[in-house]
């Protein structure tokens, strides 16, 4: 049978883990031997068969090479051949994977120097079969190859090996398709903390760590497990991918987890479990052998000097450019301690000292819960937060233990990994991450950091945004809820906490609606300012959004992005900035008037409240707002309708009709025709293209309420609105009978035209002040008209003889003016319109 | 066989793909392309800092269908997709030799 097919049988018998390699180890023995024996009999004396590497230490993954060392004593190339071909050939005809040296003893020796891989190897030799002596004569000489210097060497390569490993494969333990040998946590780094024990301490098993205290019974608890379950998925791993790949990628990864009875359950998938635990092996190792290394780092780089420590407080020292906390006993008497060796961490951007790290381990589960409620570790841990421009003081917390026990909540996010493709981290380090970021925005938008009020807040927020994955739901809300409590211990005030449960729930807010919503609906963005309520607020949803985003992974954050997300914040903050928008009263009259049409129209017409706006509901009684969506049914077409209404000093007309270019001037030509005279207008257009403008009036010339012929009034605007009516020809020929009256030109001040984009991110803005004669509303609407410009909403006022026209227009396409060019002519037009008026 | 592409605004891409799934079409390409043209970029100064953005955030779909499918997605992108102000985008009706599945080989109508 070959090795493969062998192989076969142990995965249908079910064999796992570590078992299956020591089995697969030793048919791959017995089948050398055999061939070895049929092809020349019982191996001569001088020739030995050595397994090297994963091979010689029985680990010989399904996949794995099979890397094998022909040992001669003396040069017989016609023997050597044999058994070379006896050995060899086999294994390539079994299609297997194998790395082949043919060597003496002497040869080996001088190749260790030239080769660190070789030496490496060398270290896990085992005799397949063959002379034992020769073996045994090898293995002598390779380790009294080993001295003081030559160590120091072996151990320097070995961590320079490690770093660059890292580099190449990923240097932290939360990637998303982690690769289970090399990635920094992997079993590569498990070896290499074994490799480097045998060398230096001649320690190479972790029994034999345990014993000599290098690592505790927990540690080693914990590492033997994560090392067992990491053989099992890579054994998994080369199953499923049929070769040898130990790249953990997306695709494998569900079908492992379903192998390993890891089902999807309501709260969380199968997968995401199973990369949890993936997550946390990986991050068990990591954490283990960084500790031994900085260990080894100490031992040879203090051969013979003693390093002072310098103290940065009491209790706390800084010993070779790493934190050192004082002994147990004092850390349990002022726990608070451990908190502020952080807070200083991240402000002297220093790691925490490996034999503190190791401490603070072992100590967690002791610690007094009432730490949770101590307003000096708060204060510490939110200094922690604020001073982190790198993620390494908070995931060191992370590591020993110390953040999970302060905040229980984010136990369960720890080594936890959404299944998507999205997410480069898991929760636990997105949200380190997010803070991270955030401390990096500061310098790119100093000017938003200035406008918020409770920074502390602000860091909180970050890195409890997604305290709620994992739990089933609606995350930003799931994690909201949890948010009383905490503040809570944390000794928040009440606005405090109601902020950053604000916050939590939000922090999707902006983005979402930046994506999916129109941001040129103004009442839509009215609603989002309502929602938000202060700047302050805003400016911290809007950093949170950046940092969270930018915290993501590297492809999340795009110039696309921030695009939507930029103009839905300005267009927020320039309505928050107007104070009489988020007024409460106003809010509350708008709900009020709301509440009365809807109880008037009734339940099957309340969407016809949809297309009132806002300005229009607050200039109204609600029984004149019904009045005016009964009169919108009679309309169609060309239709026009008129109110008029004595008030005894002026006569208020109502006018309905659909809009239209130029409809205001038609309806100012019109008034003027008939010597009525504007004191007061609003226009509005409700969101169906209705009309409802309101016109106070009176007449010019004297004439009394029921004298003016309003019928014939009506049917000339109807003419002039099918354009069967030449306002510019009537007016003229009417205006030029008064010209022997002199006008008050004298008394003339100079018009004034203001074309504003400032005050408003939804129209243009026009303001017209101006001596006030008959025609000049029809005049300057007319050349509005001429323009192509729509009017939505304007004002007419007088006083005295002085007149302010304020309109809120677009141009035919729907946008604002904003050509300087474009304005300028509108402008001129407008001036020469308003100063032509008085002279007629 | 037809490429349709289609530019829309972003807000809209729910709406489409909705609409796009009432006939039946659920497989689609959509990326987030920037927009130069017609339609201004802005220009935002806020608390001192001014910010300059020269595009206009747009989604673009792509989809192959057979060319008597063509009208009524076109239709029924349009709808989907219309506000009647500036800005609503463009679609684009291009002819598609062959569309060859990667993994099977398959050809033509097989592989849409």
Known sequence: MSPRQALAT???????????????????????????????????????????????????????????????????????????????????????????????????????????????????AR????????????????????????????????????????????????????????????LRDLQAMFWTGKVLFGLGTPEDFREAGLLNQKEYRELSDASNDLVIIRNRLHYASGRKNDRLFFEYQEEIARKLRLYDSRESLGVERFMKKVHTDLQCIASASDLFFEHVEDVISSMGIKIKSRPLAPGIELLNKKILLGDEGLLLQKPYLLFKAFAIAASKRTPLHYRSRKLISSLVERLPERLRNSKRCARYFLETLEASDSPMALLQMLDTGLLGFYLPEFEHLK?????????????DRHLVETVVRLNQLRDKYPGIFQGIDDRQVLFLAAFLHDIGKG??????????????????????????????????ANHLFLIDNATRRDLEDESLILKFARHIRSI???????????????????NVWTEWKQALLLEVYHKIAHLLEQHELIDPDRIAAVEWMREKISALLGKERKDELDILPEDYLLSFTPEAVVSHLELRKE?????????????????????????????????????????????????????????????????DIDMSFREVDWQHLESDLKKALRNKLSLSHRLASKFSRFSAQPHKVSLARKPRVVIDNEQSDFFTIIEIYAQDSPCLLYSVTRTLAEFDINIYKAKIGTSGDQVVDVFYVLDSLGERLEESEFTQEVKNALLYSAKSCLVQ | MKKI?????????????????????????????????????HKEIYRGAEYVVDFIPKIKIEL??????????????????NTGKIGDGKIFVLPVEDVIRVRTGEHGKDAI
């Open chain 1, 471 to 504: 739990l089933g739901g609606r995350h930003a809300e799931k994690g909201a809820k949890l948010i009383p409590a905490i503040a809570r211990r944390m000794a928040l005030d009440d606005k405090q906490a109601e902020t950053l449960e604000f916050l939590v």
């Open chain 2, 64 to 81: 192959i269908v057979n060319a008597d499918m063509v009208e009524q997605v076109v239709d029924k992108i349009r709808n989907s997709a």
């Open chain 1, 635 to 699: 309309l169609s077409g060309q239709k026009v309708l008129i109110r008029p209404e004595d008030r005894r000093n002026y006569w208020s007309i109502l006018l309905m009709t659909t809009d239209r270019t130029g409809l205001l001037a038609k309806i100012c030509g019109v008034f003027a025709l008939y010597n009525l005279a504007v004191l007061r207008a609003q226009i509005f257009t409700l969101k169906d293209g209705t009309v409802v403008d309101v016109l106070d009036v009176r007449s």
């Open chain 1, 10 to 124: 142990l995965w249908e018998q079910g064999l796992s883990g570590k078992e299956l390699l020591r089995r697969h180890s030793s048919l791959m023995d017995e089948f050398i031997a055999q061939r070895l024996l049929e092809s020349i009999g019982e191996p001569p004396s001088g020739i030995s068969i050595v397994a090297l590497g994963g091979y010689g230490r029985k680990e010989l993954f399904p996949f794995s090479d099979i890397d094998i060392l022909l040992l001669y004593e003396a040069e017989n190339p016609v023997l050597i051949e044999k058994v070379t071909d006896a050995v060899f050939y086999p294994l390539w005809d079994a299609g297997l994977e194998v790395g082949h040296g043919v060597r003496t003893v002497d040869a080996c020796m001088e190749d260790i120097q030239k080769d660190f891989f070789f030496q490496v190897a060398l270290l896990d």
């Open chain 1, 415 to 427: 080594a936890l990994a959404l299944h998507d493709v999205y997410h480069v981290n898991t929760v």
């Open chain 1, 127 to 186: 005799l397949i079969c063959g002379d034992q002596d020769l073996f045994t004569k090898l293995l002598k000489k390779f380790q009294a190859s080993f001295d003081r210097g030559t160590r120091k060497n072996f151990v320097q390569d070995m961590m320079a090996h490690r770093l660059e490993r890292h580099r190449r494969f990923g240097d932290h333990t939360y990637l998303l398709e982690p690769n289970i040998k090399e990635t920094r946590g992997g």
């Open chain 1, 536 to 554: 302050d607020r805003l400016n911290m949803l809007y950093v949170i959004t950046i940092a969270d985003s930018l915290a993501t992974g590297p």
């Open chain 2, 5 to 41: 592409e289609a530019i829309i605004k972003p807000f809209k891409l729910d709406d489409v793909k909705e609409g796009l799934n009432e006939i039946g079409i659920t497989g689609m390409t959509i990326s987030e392309v920037k927009g130069h043209g017609r339609q201004k970029g």
